[in-house]
Nanobody, 121 residues
Framework: QVQLVESGGGLVQAGGSLRLSCSAS????????MGWYRQAPGKQRELVAG???????TYADSVKGRFTISRDNAKNTVYLQMSSTKPEDTAVYYC???????????????WGQGTQVTVSS
């Protein structure tokens, strides 16, 4: 199946920048959309940003103008560049992809293990 491995989380001061990466590996035939979600303590998981296979992007209103999502299809990797960070960006960030493992297989959603991002004030 498809495995997702995230990296780049950590501690950053408010106003600083951080870059998250997520690489997909394993049995991959094709990847459709890729995206980043986050979940803060006591809150539901929410979409932060998404990108389709042709590069169409979508962002949560709370991160528009501050975060940028991109992907490298040759490397099956998606990135999230976080700038002008705020304490309310503190959360566990999860990578998500919609992919299929073989020709004719159905698309399925896969999740990474999550990476902690903490923004200090």
């Amino acid at each position: 199946q498809v495995q997702l491995v995230e990296s780049g989380g950590g501690l950053v001061q408010a106003g600083g920048s951080l870059r998250l990466s997520c690489s997909a590996s394993g049995r991959i035939f094709s990847i459709n959309a890729m995206g980043w979600y986050r979940q803060a303590p006591g809150k539901q998981r929410e979409l932060v940003a998404g990108i389709t296979s042709i590069g169409t992007t979508t962002y949560a209103d709370s991160v528009k103008g501050r975060f940028t999502i991109s992907r490298d299809n040759a490397k099956n990797t998606v990135y999230l560049q976080m700038s002008s960070t705020k304490p309310e960006d503190t959360a566990v960030y999860y990578c998500n992809t919609n992919a299929r493992a073989g020709y004719g297989w159905p698309f399925a959603d896969y999740w990474g293990q999550g990476t902690q991002v903490t923004v200090s004030s």
